[in-house]
């Protein structure tokens, strides 16, 4: 099928890639014309496992291609939806301009029979009104709503290999054709038996934010005990494998520690509260309000612990701080606990070092008045306290005794409850964990 990708950030060049690699011809069209650029020669304008290498491909065959131009979308079928969705300033609420100026550049490059799918995480009742206004202003043309579900890090494995495919869809003959050309679309993914859901707008809208959501609370409720276990002498790991034996439960995302960050989780539940209070059912998702307090907690008591391992003041010390992406395998910064956590002990008073493996320079440019080096040496160097704040797998690895020889205080605190304590402890550190005694 020929096929345009309407935004082309983290969501829309994955997406766009990976549809020429389930053979249809793309175009991706972003206003940003640097990214632009770098797309068309192929390289990510963002880390993300997997993607170099698959741009490289399909640039190779002829069917993916970049555009600044809107009008270079004529001619497609079926037409991606993937602009960002991010929290208003000031507010809770999910800020559309992006989505809106997506519609109103692609309307007068429609035609009869063309389908308009958006991918990006909008409040509930959105679908609608877009359906409304492509009615009045682009008769023959349907739209679907198809909620993205990437993990940063397995973004390219997610859109080639989905675990579900949601779609939101019209009544009648309208929603019928709509589905016959996401099949389509998803032919590939749907030969290997991948669950397709199939149903209104609103149901697809929410999927994702609900979805969001659930995982958000699961990670809070680990975090929540956490606390408890702190007071009681308890430990958070062995309470979370324990109740993780329950197949109602499951062990994932039972992982206490500084808790979610990122361009999705924090600002969708907080746009799913604003939602539901401007439809007056703010009271079914209050819970949320007491989700996001507790994630935020998390990471003041990081700040408390680095202050308590060290007999009580940071002022003047100096800390290394292992992490600023707000997960392992991204270069993404927005939200990052380890990144909040470092600004909150630098403007406290500590002397701070930074370092990541790939969110260097996103953090620097957030944060231009935090000390990030390139390297762990560099971060490590005589500090008085390491903290481990963002799991790579390069600082899951670390050796103590290794490390022992580059700091001037044996100290270390885990952020994520990823590293060894007998084996920490045995080599003559100081270890300290979330919810660990």
């Known amino acids: 099928m020929k096929i345009s990708v309407i935004g082309c950030g983290y969501l829309g060049a994955v997406h766009a890639a990976c549809m020429a690699r389930l053979g249809h011809e793309v175009v991706g069209v972003d206003v940003d014309e640097a990214k632009i650029a770098a797309l068309a020669e192929g390289r ?17 065959t002829g069917a993916l291609r970049f555009t600044t131009d809107m009008a270079e979308v004529a001619g497609s079928q079926v037409h991606f939806v993937c602009v960002g969705t991010p929290q208003r300033r000031g507010e809770y609420a999910a800020d559309l301009r992006y989505v809106e100026s997506a519609v109103d550049a692609l309307i007068p490059h429609l035609r009869d029979g063309d389908l308009v799918v958006g991918k990006s995480t909008v409040p509930v009742g959105t679908a609608a009104g877009i ?76 999927v994702k934010v609900a979805a969001n959501s659930f995982l958000a609370t699961k990670i809070s409720f680990i975090n929540a005990m956490a606390e408890l276990c702190e007071e009681t002498g308890a430990d958070v790991t062995r309470l979370a494998d324990a109740i993780g034996y329950d197949d109602r439960i499951g062990r994932k995302f039972l992982n206490a520690g500084l808790g979610f960050g990122g361009g999705c989780l924090p600002k969708d539940i907080r746009a799913f509260m604003a939602r539901a209070g401007e439809l007056g059912a703010d009271q079914a998702v209050a819970f949320l309000k007491e989700i996001d307090a507790i994630n935020t907690r998390r990471r003041v008591r990081m700040v408390d612990l680095a202050r308590e391992v060290l007999d009580g003041s940071i002022v003047g010390k100096r800390i290394a701080v292992l992490g600023a992406a707000f997960k392992p395998n991204s270069d993404d910064v927005r939200d990052s606990p380890a990144l909040d956590v470092a600004v909150q002990l630098a403007r406290q008073g500590a002397d701070v070092r930074v370092t990541d493996p790939e969110a260097v320079p996103n953090a620097r440019r957030l944060h231009p008045e935090l000390r990030l080096v390139e390297s762990l040496d560099e971060a490590v160097v005589d500090a008085e306290i390491v903290l481990l704040l963002t799991e790579w797998q390069e600082y899951r690895e670390l050796v103590p005794a290794e490390l022992a020889e580059k700091v001037a205080g044996l100290r270390i605190l885990d952020g994520r409850n990823v590293l060894d304590p007998v084996a920490w402890r045995a080599a003559g550190w100081t270890y300290r964990a979330l919810g660990r005694p």
């Open 44 to 60: 990510a304008p963002f880390f993300e496992p997997g993607l170099p290498e698959l741009l490289g491909e399909v640039s190779g």
């Open 131 to 206: 359906a409304e206004r492509l009615g009045r202003e682009a008769p023959g043309v349907s739209l679907a709503w198809n909620p993205e579900f990437l993990r940063e890090g397995f973004a390219v494995k997610d859109t080639l290999h989905p675990d579900r495919l949601v779609y939101g869809v019209p009544g009648g003959e309208a929603g019928e054709l709509a589905v016959a050309q996401l099949d389509e679309v998803y032919a590939g993914p749907l030969s290997e038996h991948t669950p397709r859901v199939v149903t209104d707008y609103p149901t697809a809208e929410l």
